[in-house]
């Protein structure tokens, strides 16, 4: 049919179709602080990565002051943190808050 895309031409705006880009994408990843589980943000990174995008992956146990100045040092496009403990929407609403005052 004319007008609809092929197959394997990725969704516009899609993680692939952004990976295309002459630059890749960058991520950090990290699993919340007092956190030792990591399978799911091990299982994110891989996902990303097999999309083409460049990770940084901080491992588990990471404080949101480490999470914030790794995504601002690397100059990445997006972050990923996973949370298994317990208060993950106090963290996430810190991680926001750094954000916004570091610009």
Known sequence: MAGLPKKNTPHPGSIEE?????????????????????ASINIMR????????????LAHNRSVAEVVETALQEDVQGIAIS???????????YAVDLLKEEG
């Open 46 to 57: 891989r996902i990303l990565q097999s999309a083409g995008v460049e990770v940084i992956h």
């Open 18 to 38: 952004k990976s295309n880009r002459s630059v890749p994408l960058r991520f950090v990843t990290a699993a919340s602080l007092f956190d030792g589980h990591d």
């Open 83 to 93: 949370s298994y403990q317990g208060g993950h929407v106090e963290y996430f609403r």
